[in-house]
C-alpha cells in the first residue's frame, strides 16, 4: 500500500475502529459502537482489496515496459564486465563455450556475470599490474563508456527504477569513477615500465604499485556490482518505484 494511502486513509480507520471496539465496552447503546466499527473494518478491508486490484493492474499494464528496461540494465552491465575482460586481455576462451553455443542471451549474460566473480575479480591486481600506456588508454576509454551509459540509464529511468537498482547502479558509475582516478592524476606514471622508472626514487614505484592496488580494488568493485546488477534483474519483471 502506498504511505499516502496508508497515513491519511488506513492509519485513521485503524483508530476509529479501535476507538469504537473500547467505547462500546463502557456504552454499550444497543450495539451502535460495534456496528460502527465492524462498518470500519469493512472499509479497511473494501481500501486495501482496492488497492490490490489496482497494484496488480498497473503491474500487468507495465509488464512489458518493465521487462525492456531489465533487459537494458542486463546489458549495460554485460558491457562494463566486457570492457574491462578486454581491458585486462582476456579472450573469449575463458568462457564456458556450451553456455554461449546456447544462443539464449540470458545464458550467455549470467555467463559473462560469472566470469566477472569467478576470474576478473581474482586477477584484476595481476592483470593491472601489467598494463602498459596503451593499455591504460583502452581500460580507461572503456570505463568511461560504462559510465556514460550508467548516466543514460538514471537520466531516463531513474524515477521508474526501485531504490535498489537505483543504488546498485550509483554505486557501480562511483566504482568506475574511482577506477580511473590513478590516470586522470598520473597520466604520465600509469603503465610505464619499472624499468624507465628512476632507480634513484623507489618512491615513484611503491607510488606506482599503491595506485595499481588502488584501482585494482576499484575495478573489483565495478566487476561484483555490474554482475550483481546483472543478475538481480533475472528477478524482475516488477522494476517500478512505488510512489510515496
Not at 212 to 221: D, Q, V
Amino acid at each position: 500500500m502506498k504511505r499516502r494511502l496508508l497515513t491519511r486513509l488506513a492509519l485513521p480507520l485503524l483508530a476509529a475502529t479501535a476507538l469504537s471496539i473500547v467505547t462500546s465496552r463502557y456504552w454499550p447503546l444497543d450495539g451502535f459502537f460495534v456496528n460502527l466499527a465492524a462498518g470500519f473494518v469493512g472499509s479497511l478491508v473494501t481500501i486495501f482489496y482496492v488497492d490490490l486490484i489496482l497494484k496488480q493492474h498497473e503491474s500487468d499494464r507495465w509488464r512489458a515496459t518493465d521487462l525492456r528496461i531489465a533487459s537494458l540494465l542486463r546489458r549495460v552491465a554485460t558491457r562494463a564486465i566486457t570492457g574491462i575482460r578486454t581491458s585486462l586481455g582476456y579472450g573469449t576462451d575463458i568462457f564456458d563455450q556450451h553456455a554461449f553455443a546456447s544462443g539464449n542471451v540470458a545464458t550467455m549474460e549470467a555467463e559473462v556475470a560469472r566470469v566477472a566473480i569467478a576470474i576478473l575479480v581474482p586477477n584484476a591486481s595481476a592483470k593491472i599490474g601489467i598494463l602498459d600506456q596503451s593499455g591504460w588508454k583502452t581500460f580507461m576509454s572503456n570505463l568511461r563508456a560504462s559510465g556514460a551509459e550508467c548516466d543514460v540509464l538514471l537520466d531516463r529511468f531513474g524515477h521508474h527504477l526501485q531504490p535498489e537498482t537505483v543504488a546498485t547502479l550509483l554505486d557501480l558509475k562511483s566504482a568506475i569513477e574511482s577506477a580511473q582516478t590513478y590516470w586522470r592524476t598520473f597520466p604520465d606514471l600509469a603503465g610505464v615500465a619499472p624499468e624507465l622508472l628512476s632507480h634513484s626514487k623507489p618512491r615513484i614505484q611503491d607510488l606506482q604499485k599503491a595506485w595499481n592496488e588502488i584501482t585494482a580494488k576499484s575495478t573489483r568493485e565495478a566487476l561484483q556490482l555490474a554482475a550483481q546488477l546483472s543478475r538481480s534483474q533475472d528477478l524482475a519483471p516488477s522494476l517500478r518505484r512505488d510512489n510515496d
